[in-house]
Nanobody, 122 residues
């Protein structure tokens, strides 16, 4: 099972960025997907999750309205659209998958991508 995150980069405050996570080696519908992020010197932080069908999403309250998660099961890929980026969004962003219920806890996810780095300059 592999999750490959991509799309990170250096942007300015107010810009947008779309991260992608390509999944392979798993039966894609049936897995719930999430994004987490980890800023330097901080704990890994939950961002958002989406259930296997794509009909239910679960955002961290602080990020609701700026970030949007979506998935394309036909492409085995899911996305994180990030708008109005702020310097405090600077972090390594990780995608993760679980067969269990969508959760805000990193320990609930069995599979992880390698992370893609997002840097937002002021």
């Amino acid at each position: 099972v592999q999750l490959q995150a991509s799309g990170g980069g250096l942007v300015q405050a107010g810009d947008s960025l779309r991260l992608s996570c390509a999944a392979s080696g798993l039966t894609f519908p049936g897995y719930h997907i999430a994004w987490f992020r980890q800023a330097p010197g901080k704990e890994r932080e939950y961002v958002v999750a989406i259930n296997w069908s794509g009909y239910s999403t679960y955002y961290a309250d602080s990020l609701k309205g700026r970030f949007t998660i979506s998935r394309d099961n036909a492409k085995n890929t899911f996305y994180l659209q990030m708008n109005s980026l702020k310097p405090e969004d600077t972090a390594v962003y990780y995608c993760a998958a679980t067969r269990g219920s969508p959760s805000t806890y990193a320990t609930s996810y069995n599979y992880w991508g390698q992370g893609t780095e997002v840097t937002v300059s002021s």
